[in-house]
């Protein structure tokens, strides 16, 4: 069946260190893809999509590529602060979201 | 923009009693709601998918008789947990899909605030 694959975390950086988080995904076809991320004890925000191969997701200096050579979505970011702490989580699918696992983000100053 | 509003937000509740929880989409319609359920540190498990008028479908190994779903209008969906005991303690999160007015583009998945509920 279909399935989301993250890098596991916890991921550990200083303040402006450069962020990936890596997703490849499984699927028949090509599903429209997501990240998300989780504030403790809050529910999830869509950080940012994409729809069709070599789409490119963007939001708040996050990025990701949609891409079909390598079925791979990770999300990067050039420099991240402290207030990005939180975990991110891939999620992919056509008519329901199959999530990753989640990988936690701690950004030290 | 889309907008799916969740409560309780927290709830307590004693074992052998039934809760509710509902979800409202504020300025859409909610042709499909998805209700997930996740444990601490842990990702979102699919618990079920409804749609407006239908029945639920549920994910395996998801008891339809415990965890009931009514999706009777198309803004509000409602999880209710029957003789809640402590294992059912979690965090259950609302997801809802549609279109905006008579948008027909699908704003893809909306999702609620989440629901923490300790059973004791």
Not at chain 2, 89 to 98: H, P, V
Request: a neutral charge; aromatic letters at 12%; proline letters at 3%.
């Amino acid at each position: 069946g279909d399935s989301v694959t993250q890098m596991e975390g916890p991921v550990t950086l200083s303040e402006e260190a450069f962020l990936t988080i890596n997703c490849t995904y499984t699927a028949t076809g090509y599903p429209s893809l997501f990240w998300y991320v989780q504030y403790p004890g809050e529910g999830l925000q869509l950080l940012l999509k994409a729809t069709k191969a070599d789409d490119k997701g963007s939001n708040k200096g996050f990025e990701a590529t949609y891409r079909k050579e390598t079925t791979s979505f990770h999300l990067e970011k050039g420099s991240v602060q402290v207030s990005d702490s939180a975990v991110y989580f891939c999620a992919g699918g056509y008519n329901k979201l199959i999530f990753g696992a989640g990988t936690r983000l701690a950004v030290h100053p | 923009g889309a907008v799916v509003s969740q409560h309780p937000s927290r709830v307590i509740c004693k074992s052998g009693t039934s809760v509710k929880i509902e979800c409202r989409s504020l300025d859409f319609q909610a042709t499909t709601m998805f209700w997930y359920r996740q444990f601490p540190k842990q990702s979102l498990m699919l618990m079920a998918t409804s749609n407006e008028g239908s029945k639920a479908t549920y994910e395996q190994g998801v008891e339809k008789d415990k965890f009931l779903i009514n999706h009777a209008s198309l803004t509000l969906s409602t999880l209710t947990v029957t003789s809640a005991h402590p294992e059912d303690s979690s965090f259950y999160i609302c997801s809802a899909r549609g279109s905006l007015g008579t948008v027909t583009t699908n704003y893809g998945y909306t999702f609620g605030s989440g629901t923490r509920l300790t059973v004791v």
